[in-house]
């Protein structure tokens, strides 16, 4: 079974994942609205069974409650994948989503690197900072170890940037997760 269950407490969060990565329910409660949209979509259109639900410090502002979540989701990732055999490692996947694009294109390496090439006109979707976004796809990638690569080359409302962003990621790793035809490790080095 490719799962995980994260705990994670810290004084600014309390943070539970459970993650399947062969799908079930997903429910969400970060006590972001909007984030709660984003982690929804991710769930539904990445295929994954996906239980998150968080306390943060959101009288202070959304970063903690956001970047957190995105420390125990890749970790959730990380555990779930164990020695990374077994997939396909490397997935792509553009979303349209109205005046927006956002293109994915990561690779389930066991080295964590992000590149994000995004800008946002409206500070908050909601009571989400946009900025955070960022935030969150970082701390998804050093704790899940993959090299991610996001960009959204135009686009104007930031609820339909992220959106884009938040579905492209999830279907590009969808499709790094599929299983192999022999169950190897894909890599010349024999490990990742």
Same mark, same amino acid.
């Given at each position: 079974?490719?799962?995980?269950?994260?705990?994670?407490?810290?004084?600014?969060?309390?943070?539970?994942?459970?993650?399947?990565?062969?799908?079930?329910?997903?429910?969400?409660?970060?006590?972001?609205?909007?984030?709660? =949209?984003?982690?929804? *979509?991710?769930?539904?259109?990445?295929?994954?069974? $996906?239980?998150?639900?968080?306390?943060?410090?959101?009288?202070?502002?959304?970063?903690?409650?956001?970047?957190?979540?995105?420390?125990? $989701?890749?970790?959730?990732?990380?555990?779930? #994948?164990?020695?990374?055999?077994?997939?396909?490692?490397?997935?792509?996947?553009?979303?349209?989503?109205?005046?927006?694009?956002?293109?994915?294109?990561?690779?389930?390496?066991?080295?964590?690197?992000?590149?994000?090439?995004?800008?946002?006109?409206?500070?908050?979707?909601?009571?989400?900072?946009?900025?955070?976004?960022?935030?969150?796809?970082?701390?998804?990638?050093?704790?899940?170890?993959?090299?991610?690569?996001?960009?959204?080359?135009?686009?104007?409302?930031?609820? =339909?940037?992220?959106?884009?962003?938040?579905?492209?990621?999830?279907? *590009?790793?969808?499709?790094? #997760?599929?299983?192999? *035809?022999?169950?190897?490790?894909?890599?010349?080095?024999?490990?990742?």
């Amino acid at each position: 079974m490719r799962t995980a269950e994260i705990e994670r407490n810290t004084k600014e969060t309390q943070i539970s994942v459970a993650l399947n990565l062969d799908g079930g329910d997903v429910e969400i409660s970060t006590g972001v609205g909007f984030f709660d =949209h984003m982690l929804t *979509a991710f769930g539904v259109h990445g295929g994954f069974g $996906l239980k998150v639900k968080v306390t943060g410090d959101l009288e202070v502002d959304t970063h903690h409650t956001v970047e957190d979540t995105g420390i125990a $989701l890749g970790m959730a990732f990380k555990q779930a #994948l164990g020695d990374m055999s077994g997939i396909e490692r490397y997935g792509a996947f553009s979303i349209p989503m109205d005046e927006s694009l956002a293109n994915c294109v990561l690779d389930i390496s066991n080295r964590p690197f992000l590149v994000f090439k995004a800008s946002f006109e409206q500070e908050k979707c909601g009571d989400y900072e946009t900025c955070v976004t960022e935030e969150f796809f970082r701390a998804f990638a050093m704790n899940s170890c993959i090299t991610l690569h996001i960009e959204v080359p135009y686009g104007i409302n930031a609820h =339909h940037q992220i959106e884009a962003i938040f579905k492209a990621v999830a279907h *590009a790793m969808k499709i790094a #997760l599929r299983k192999n *035809a022999d169950g190897s490790v894909l890599s010349t080095k024999g490990v990742l």
